[in-house]
């Protein structure tokens, strides 16, 4: 399958780097290269580090940027300080980030990322690892209610991972459609017509198997550390929990004294080290909403390291 997808909030994102000609810097999310390949076609002299997991995003990205200058590379975000480390890169310009699941993830049912395509039950970006199948078939109640309930934000967690457990006494839960299927007959008609029964459970398992709140945790200090003086990092998230990290983690960055305020002198001493762009973040416009539902929930969010 053809490795398609439509890149969210494109040229809002590239621009909030300030791209310099001759500047480094990283696309740490490469996915289909479409953010990747907007930022090397506008360098002369400088360089993009492409990094993805995934190893057909790896394979797509390599093709689509050949002739750039631009490297991609083969790892997770979270370890881009020693990937760049042994290019002799310890500083950058610009890093971004998109953290939304890829459309030819969604749309390739082999990958078992979908909950409207009947495939094996996986959701590995790497391909590697712990899967899918192995959490809903191993994991305890308690366990997928935690999941559930923190990754998902569902309100029937524990409903649900009750039927889980109880099916797969039966036999193994292999496929998505079995999995969403047990799903939506464990919560309650007029819930089903808020949406998708699964949506959350399915958000919430692609979570764990590919450890993405722990992951991003561990990046943003990284991404931060490798920025050169007035660098821009720039995050697009597509749900609560990601946002709220970033938003958080942006925050600490963007404050200075924290001193209670009844202490008339700071003895903290503690500055700023960034300046907040946008405080609200910015969606997508109505144009392309109307173009790429999947942008509906993209908010970007960035930051320029003023020390």
Wanted: charged share 30%.
């Amino acid at each position: 399958m053809e490795f398609n997808h439509k890149s969210v909030l494109l040229f809002e994102t590239v621009d909030s780097l300030n791209i310099k000609p001759d500047g480094i810097y990283v696309d740490g999310t490469a996915g289909g290269a479409g953010h990747s390949f907007e930022i090397a076609k506008r360098l002369k002299s400088g360089r993009l580090y492409a990094f993805d997991r995934d190893p057909d995003a790896v394979k797509i990205a390599t093709e689509r940027l050949s002739g750039l200058n631009a490297t991609v590379i083969h790892s997770n975000f979270d370890s881009m300080d020693t990937e760049l480390s042994k290019l002799n890169v310890f500083g950058v310009d610009g890093i971004m980030l998109d953290l939304g699941v890829s459309s030819y993830q969604l749309d390739t049912a082999e990958r078992g990322f979908s909950y409207h395509k009947d495939a094996p039950l996986d959701m590995r970006m790497s391909k590697e690892g712990i899967s899918a199948k192995d959490i809903v078939n191993n994991y305890s109640r308690d366990e997928l209610t935690r999941i559930f309930r923190d990754y998902g934000e569902e309100k029937f967690a524990y409903r649900i991972a009750g039927e889980i457990v109880k099916a797969r006494e039966n036999s193994p839960i292999n496929t998505t459609l079995e999995l969403a299927d047990i799903i939506s007959d464990s919560v309650p008609a007029s819930y089903r017509r808020e949406g998708h029964p699964a949506r959350k459970c399915f958000q919430a398992i692609r979570i764990e198997v590919n450890g993405e709140l722990e992951s991003l945790k561990i990046a943003l200090d990284k991404a931060f550390e490798l920025l050169n003086k007035d660098g821009v990092l720039s995050i697009i998230t597509f749900h609560s929990l990601e946002d709220r990290i970033v938003k958080q983690k942006f925050k600490e960055y963007a404050t200075g004294c924290t001193c209670p305020p009844d202490i008339p002198i700071c003895v903290c001493g503690k500055t700023p080290r960034g300046k907040l762009v946008n405080r609200k973040g910015i969606t997508a416009s109505n144009e392309e909403l109307n173009e790429n539902k999947r942008s509906r929930s993209a908010k970007l969010r960035s930051i320029i390291k003023i020390v």
